[in-house]
């Protein structure tokens, strides 16, 4: 499968304890999105990466949560002392970028509850 | 006001009917425009681009008003496989991120 993988699929975690999320986009891809989606919403831009820079993060972003995308590859996205609110879908998608819109590719997502 | 907003839906009708929805944006500096579809319990995947002239793709017409801010989608002769949630989706100066509306969730009936 060459599409974008996320891992894992499904985390509980209690409130207060960290969690990390991976993301593999796809290989040619050098743009990598990190977004959130709950229940009845659109999902809801974090942060990207062009390569292993991160680009641009969302106001919205809590000093909790934390990217990398080290060596342009795989990203990582943390966040500390979860919360409930915290609770929600966590999609990567990746595009590849050369100065026009190329379409985002979606992977299936991580499903974060928070107790 | 949020960056982009949509129909609140549901829309249901039955097959063969024609839907439309509607999207408004606010930042007049956007781009470029998509409708995204996605699907119960998976991920937005891109159903078309919406161009300044409008353009169609088979059942999916879509249009741009950039003078209102404000882009449709319309659908012919829907089909069961229709159903799902539509997403409008705009794309800020440079392509950096995509604004996604909340959707529209549509339900097509026998």
Redesign the interface.
């Known amino acids: 499968d060459t599409g974008v993988s996320q891992d894992p699929r499904h985390k509980i975690t209690k409130r207060g304890q960290n969690v990390t999320f991976r993301c593999d986009p796809i290989s040619e891809h050098n743009r990598l999105?990190w977004?959130r989606q709950t229940l009845?919403?659109?999902?809801?831009?974090l942060t990207?990466f062009q390569n292993e820079a991160q680009?641009?993060k969302s106001r919205l972003l809590s000093d909790r949560f934390s990217a990398e995308r080290p060596k342009g590859s795989f990203s990582t996205l943390e966040i500390q002392r979860t919360e409930q609110g915290d609770s929600a879908m966590y999609?990567c998608a990746s595009s590849f970028?050369s100065g026009?819109?190329?379409?985002?590719h979606?992977?299936?997502?991580t499903r974060l509850t928070v107790t | 006001r949020k960056e982009?907003e949509q129909d609140p839906g549901p829309f249901n009708v039955p097959e063969g009917a024609t839907v439309a929805f509607n999207c408004t944006y606010s930042n007049s500096a956007s781009q470029?425009f998509?409708w995204y579809r996605q699907d119960c319990r998976?991920?937005?995947?891109?159903l078309m681009?919406v161009y300044s002239s409008g353009n169609e793709d088979g059942r999916f017409t879509a249009q741009l008003n950039r003078a209102s801010q404000y882009i449709s989608l319309l659908i012919r002769d829907s089909k069961l496989s229709d159903s799902a949630t539509y997403?409008c989706v705009v794309?800020g100066d440079g392509?950096?991120?995509?604004?996604?509306?909340?959707?529209t969730r549509l339900a097509v009936h026998p």
Request: cysteine-free.
């Open positions: 999105y977004y009845g919403q659109g999902p809801e831009f990207y680009l641009e999609l970028s026009e819109y190329s379409p985002l979606f992977g299936n997502g | 982009v470029s998509f998976k991920e937005p995947k891109l681009s997403l794309a392509y950096n991120k995509l604004i996604f509306g909340a959707g």
